[in-house]
Nanobody, 120 residues
Framework: VQLVESGGGLVQAGGSLRLSCAAS????????MGWYRQTPGKQRELVAT???????NYQDSVKGRFTISRDNAKDTVHLQMNSLSPEDTGTYLC???????????????WGRGARVSVSS
């Protein structure tokens, strides 16, 4: 399975960015799908996830500002990021738990990352 991210970039504090991640390959389903954030000197942290049934989960620091959504028909996940702050700066890694069958607990696949930089 290949995950390809798009979006990201440089924005001023208070601005918005949208990340997208498209999965390709042979699989039964992806559940869940989402984003982690990697910052130098810090552990990789979960930002947001969404199940194939649309159940979402967010890190506390992004609640009310970020919205995750997915298009199951296109195996794509999006992360709309509003009211960005410098603390949101980092590399955003798309991840997917890929199922080979309905009974399969799945295996993790990762994208290469999309850089987000927020200036103050």
């Amino acid at each position: 399975v290949q995950l390809v991210e798009s979006g990201g970039g440089l924005v001023q504090a208070g601005g918005s960015l949208r990340l997208s991640c498209a999965a390709s390959g042979n699989f039964f389903a992806i559940d869940p799908m989402g984003w982690y954030r990697q910052t130098p000197g810090k552990q990789r942290e979960l930002v947001a996830t969404i199940s194939r049934h649309g159940i979402t989960n967010y890190q506390d620091s992004v609640k009310g500002r970020f919205t995750i959504s997915r298009d199951n028909a296109k195996d794509t996940v999006h992360l709309q990021m509003n009211s960005l702050s410098p603390e949101d700066t980092g590399t955003y890694l798309c991840y997917a738990n890929v199922l080979r069958a309905d009974w399969d607990p799945g295996s993790m696949a990762w994208g290469r990352g999309a850089r987000v930089s927020v200036s103050s």
